[in-house]
């Protein structure tokens, strides 16, 4: 009541008179009752300065002197320092306008509206959040793009993780019709954050030993096979979230075939 009466007090002919009446067992309320007719006196006063200079004033005083509540003495101060400074700019701050209140449910169709008022309260209107960190593969972009540049490992990491990676997350492909050295492979593949960390020649043959990382943090480790004069070479990857490795192949032929 408190409130209604100093939010509406240039509608009601008495709101001096009432908010007085409650004035007067002011230290027994509560706080929060406390606080609400502060800010009802001081609209009062706001909107209608003439009469009620005596009620504002008193307020003030029994809530910064007498009070021994933070709360209501440091409102009671803020509101003090607004009407004896500028009272045009206390007037806009406790008088400021309400935001309107609308229902964006007016912008929804009524079939849809009414499918979705079905699943209040239960899991659906959360579980179809996907996870930042999760990506589901059906979408028709190279995944190059989700290479970060800081996917260059340590040898002795790289030699670590192989190893541990168990042997059936390990895939072998075949890039054919590639003509590229090992050279050329090696820095075209670098310009799309895959980095060749160790290299060697076994029987003819370069290897390369490389590594990759995803966004989300997920390491792809690979062995390139490249015999010269051979047009077709082999890759095995290992990473411990296999089902990107077919991905992975796809960026390879991609990146030497162009």
């Known amino acids: 009541m408190i409130w209604i009466v100093g939010e509406y ?9 009432l908010l007085e009446s409650f004035l007067e ?3 027994d309320d509560s706080t929060q009752v406390q606080l ?5 006196i001081v609209k009062l006063f706001l909107k209608k300065p003439s009469g009620t200079q005596e009620l504002v004033q008193q307020v003030l005083s029994l809530t910064t002197q007498d009070s021994d509540n933070p709360d209501l003495r440091d409102r009671g101060y803020i509101y003090w320092r607004l009407l004896s400074t500028d009272p045009v700019t206390a007037k806009e701050v406790v008088l ?5 209140i609308s229902e964006e449910t007016d912008l929804i169709e009524p079939t849809l509206l009414d499918e979705l008022i079905c699943h209040i309260g239960s899991l659906a209107s959360v579980s179809v959040k996907n996870n930042i960190d999760v990506f589901y593969f059906s979408c028709l972009i190279p995944l190059n793009v989700l290479f970060v540049e800081n996917g260059k490992m ?11 990676i168990p042997n059936e997350n390990e895939f072998q492909f075949q890039i ?4 590229l050295n090992a050279d050329t492979v090696s820095s075209k ?7 060749t960390i160790a290299r060697r020649n076994v029987e003819g043959r370069d290897m390369l030993y490389q590594s990759l990382k995803l966004t989300n943090g997920i390491w792809i480790l690979a062995e390139l096979r490249i ?16 089902e990107v490795s077919q991905y992975i192949y796809q960026v390879y032929d991609s990146i030497l075939k162009n």
Request: contains cysteine; aromatic residues 8%.
């Open 227 to 242: 015999q010269p004069g051979n047009p077709n070479y082999t890759l095995l990857l290992k990473c411990r979230a296999p």
């Open 25 to 27: 067992g002011f230290h």
């Open 176 to 179: 054919k019709e590639c003509h």
């Open 189 to 195: 593949l670098q310009n799309d954050s895959v980095y």
């Open 36 to 40: 609400t007719l502060l800010t009802a």
């Open 9 to 17: 007090a240039e509608r009601i002919d008495n709101t001096d008179e």
């Open 96 to 100: 400021s306008e309400k935001p309107l």
């Open 154 to 164: 340590e040898r002795q990491v790289f030699l670590a993780m192989w190893k541990d």
